[in-house]
């Protein structure tokens, strides 16, 4: 199974971006589907993550700002973001955690937010 990021691009403080990260397939024995982001010289860190039971988790830097949620029929999840800041500012990577298949990571979409 892999993974495609999409849904970056170039936005304005303030603005909105969606991103979607779609499965090639079913996976099987879900625990989790994150965002993750790297901004230029950092670590990569956690952005929002939903559970296979549909509990989510969010940076506290994101919170009440980002919006994760998944779609079971297209095998995909979004990441809504609003309000966006300069400091949002990275390359947002998905991730899928399964007890069956381990950690498939997607290949990142750039999201830059302008002054």
């Known amino acids: 199974v892999q993974l495609q990021a999409s849904g970056g691009g170039l936005v304005q403080a303030g603005g909105s971006l969606r991103l979607s990260c779609v499965a090639s397939g079913r996976i099987f024995g879900l625990n989790a589907v994150g965002w993750y982001r790297q901004a230029p010289g950092k670590q990569r860190e956690l952005v929002a993550v939903?559970?296979?039971?549909?509990?989510?988790n969010y940076a506290d830097s994101v919170k009440g700002r980002f919006s994760i949620s998944g779609d079971n029929v297209k095998n995909a999840v979004f990441l809504q973001m609003n309000s966006l800041k300069p400091d949002d500012t990275g390359v947002y990577y998905c991730?899928?955690?399964?007890?069956?298949?381990?950690?498939?990571w997607g290949q990142g979409t750039l999201v830059t937010v302008s002054s």
């Open positions: 991730k899928v955690s399964s007890s069956v298949s381990g950690d498939i």
């Open positions: 939903v559970t296979g039971r549909g509990t989510t």
